[in-house]
């Protein structure tokens, strides 16, 4: 249940003394295989809303096989890769560029041809439920980064509340509150944009400190 | 907006959605409905969200698995290295496709003479990856064969059996031939698509993609 990626492996310090300088590229490529759907998280939440997402990741990926000899413990490595995306992410600012997204063009084409391999109805459903998640995401954006990260973490799937407490260094309690206040929020934000015009819809909610 | 209180029913229903409730949550959230019964469809709902939320976000983080760790500096070449997605090369990818199908389809297939295991013969049973094995086993004999491309995972969705996850991807091979004669698709002044001679040294010329 606790599966992160369509490819396990194990590594994650077992088997080592707990230092990352002897790893082969064998298990660096493991690693990061195992790591990279929750750091792809971490950079959603963070990143500027234009930004890519895929450049970011590899950025990642090349500054985690670059400084890996830096990190002393091994089992450590959820805080330092989460470090090394929110700041990558920051960086994204600088270099930000628009692409079409191979994602949304397979979507809209199974979206708009209907039925191959499912029934239309069942994909319409589907598109009803990625619909209303993008508006989701849309209204987690403009929470306070303290509550965006821990419920985006929690949306990848196979991603327990204790690993994201993990990845967050926080107590599984905090990570607990946060989340309730989060789904709150977005909700309370979904209901106001419902109840205005959509040409007077505002923008972020202001930064309240986390829990 | 100022940061909410979360009320006790909000604590239990994120944590029933979250697959963390206690019996005494569940007891507890009952005796809330009993009062009202619009907490059932509050639950629902936040449930229905919750899932929502995951496939929104799967969707967008769907990339990271074609994203792969680069080699180690002493391992790579010289000078930064940045893995190359699909993305960087599918355009000229493309284009040497297109002038090489073109080639193929009027020269035919390009051999060395090598025959290829299981030519000409068409009841063979064989699985999709051991067809695909010998494939590759022919074109690495055949000096053809460069090497595999991490898989692009483009789409992934909860299977028929509600448990396991069915992705499409796309698979990818770096793949060499070495051809006499290179044409690209173009159009003539009236507009009628034909095939153009490549304005490049004649002989021997490989083209890679």
């Given amino acids: 249940m606790e599966r992160m990626d369509s490819n396990p492996t194990p590594p994650d310090g077992s088997g080592t003394d707990g230092s990352s300088s002897g790893l082969s590229q064998t298990e660096i490529d493991a690693l990061w295989r195992e790591h990279r759907r929750w750091v792809a998280a971490v950079i959603l939440a963070h990143m500027p809303r234009d930004a890519d997402l895929e450049d970011l990741l590899q950025d990642v990926a090349l500054l985690m096989v670059r400084s890996l000899h830096t990190l002393n413990d091994i089992n450590a490595i959820r805080p330092w890769l989460r470090t090394i995306a929110i700041n990558t992410s920051r960086s ?71 690993q994201v407490a993990e990845v967050l260094d926080l107590p599984e309690t905090t990570v607990e509150t946060r989340l309730v206040r989060a789904r709150r929020m977005i909700r309370e934000q979904i209901q106001r944009e ?10 972020p909610i202001s930064q309240a400190g986390p829990a | 907006m ?46 229905a969200d919750r899932e929502a939320l995951c496939l929104a976000v799967e969707s967008e983080i769907a990339v990271a698995q074609g994203v792969a760790a680069p080699m180690r500096d002493t391992e790579a070449p010289a000078g930064p290295y940045r893995f190359v997605g699909w993305t960087g090369w599918m355009g000229w990818a493309a284009a040497a496709a297109v002038v090489f199908a073109w080639t193929v389809s009027s020269r035919g297939p390009v051999s060395n003479g090598t025959a290829l295991p299981g030519a000409g013969i068409q009841n063979v049973s064989l699985t999709a990856d051991d067809a695909l094995a010998q494939y590759i086993k022919a074109s690495k004999a055949e000096d053809r064969f460069i090497k595999e491309l991490p898989k692009v995972m483009v789409e992934s969705h909860l299977a028929a059996d509600g448990r396991s996850t069915e992705v499409t991807y796309l698979r ?17 002044e009236h507009g009628r698509p034909g095939a153009v001679r490549v304005n490049s040294p004649i002989g021997t010329q490989s083209v890679l993609y």
């Avoid at chain 1, 079409?100 to 439920?129: F, P, Q």
């Avoid at chain 2, 100022?2 to 569940?26: C, K, Q, V, W």
Wanted: net charge negative.
């Fill in chain 1, 194 to 203: 419902d109840a205005i015009p959509e040409t007077r819809r505002a923008g």
């Fill in chain 1, 92 to 162: 994204a600012g600088r270099k930000r560029k628009v692409r079409m997204r191979l994602m949304r063009e397979v979507e809209d084409m199974d979206t708009m041809s209907g039925a191959e391999g499912g029934s239309i109805a069942a994909e319409r459903d589907r598109a009803a439920r990625l619909a209303r998640g993008r508006r989701l995401m849309e209204a987690a954006q403009t929470l306070p980064p303290a509550y965006r990260e821990p419920l985006i973490l929690r949306a990848v799937r196979g991603m327990s509340q204790k």
């Fill in chain 2, 2 to 47: 100022t940061e909410p209180m979360e009320s006790n029913e909000d604590i239990l229903i994120s944590r029933i959605i979250d697959g963390h409730a206690r019996a005494d949550d569940l007891r507890q959230l009952s005796t809330l409905a009993l009062a009202d019964s619009s907490v059932w469809d509050r639950l629902a709902e936040a449930d």
């Fill in chain 2, 172 to 188: 990818q091979f770096v793949e060499k031939a070495t051809v006499n004669d290179l044409y690209e698709l173009s159009t003539d």
